[in-house]
């Protein structure tokens, strides 16, 4: 990859992660109250949902940044034909290189997977909204399956100082919300996750590839 596509993938990421973290901070902070085990009243209901967006979009830049110069990277150094079978692993490769959580092996491979698809139908490389549209199909269904892990995050980083949960045992937490409350207890805010993220793949993605896009573009057309 040349410098063009260099500087394309630190600014379009960063620009996509700004982004998403304006639209979308919101909705984090209110299926995190939703999950959390005081309840979502006394966890601080709609109170102050505004609270923090500023830092976090200002931190997200850099983070967005690193990511997609390291996804797009590894899937360089990694090529292979698009019709090999090798190529969702190169995405869960590069994902996992760029952001070591199962969220991005799930996501990334699938957005890529439908954008292939979409491509083949069409008979034509995918545009940035359909590749927003991937994103959010991509993120929602990553998000659902994902919730279970996602709540035993929330759990831990919200548990008394000293208990056993607070030990940071993944498994000890899940199986502490499954003798407790059950399944609906393991997919609790699974709605809202699933939204906010559905909006946000559409939004990251799609703000990814335009920016990318539009990076390369001008790139190509300065002397």
């Known amino acids: 990859m040349d410098r063009p596509g260099f500087t394309a993938s630190l600014v379009a990421g960063g620009v996509a992660g700004v982004s998403v973290d304006l639209i979308l901070f919101p909705l984090d902070t209110i299926k995190t109250r939703l999950q959390s085990p005081q309840g979502f009243n006394k966890a601080g209901g709609f109170h102050g949902i505004y609270a923090g967006v500023p830092s976090?979009?200002?931190?997200?830049?850099?983070?967005?940044?690193?990511f997609f110069i390291t996804y797009d990277y590894v899937k360089w150094f990694l090529h292979t034909d698009s019709s090999s079978h090798l190529m969702p692993v190169k995405h869960m490769l590069a994902a996992s290189a760029g952001e070591v959580i199962p969220f991005s092996l799930v996501q990334f491979p699938l957005w890529e997977s439908l954008k292939a698809l979409w491509s083949w139908r069409q008979d034509h490389v995918v545009e940035s909204w359909q590749s927003a549209v991937c994103g959010a199909f991509a993120g929602g269904f990553a998000a659902v399956v994902t919730t279970p892990l996602d709540v035993a995050k929330t759990r831990i980083m919200l548990a008394k100082a000293g208990s056993s949960t607070a030990g940071g045992n993944v498994l000890s937490a899940l199986h502490g919300v499954w003798r407790t409350q059950g399944l609906s207890g393991l997919f609790a805010g699974v709605f809202p996750r699933m939204a906010a993220i559905s909006l946000g793949g559409f939004i990251f993605l799609g703000a990814y590839e335009q920016t990318h896009s539009m990076l390369l573009e001008l790139g190509r057309e300065s002397p």
């Open 56 to 66: 976090a979009a200002i931190g997200s830049f850099p983070n967005a940044a690193a």
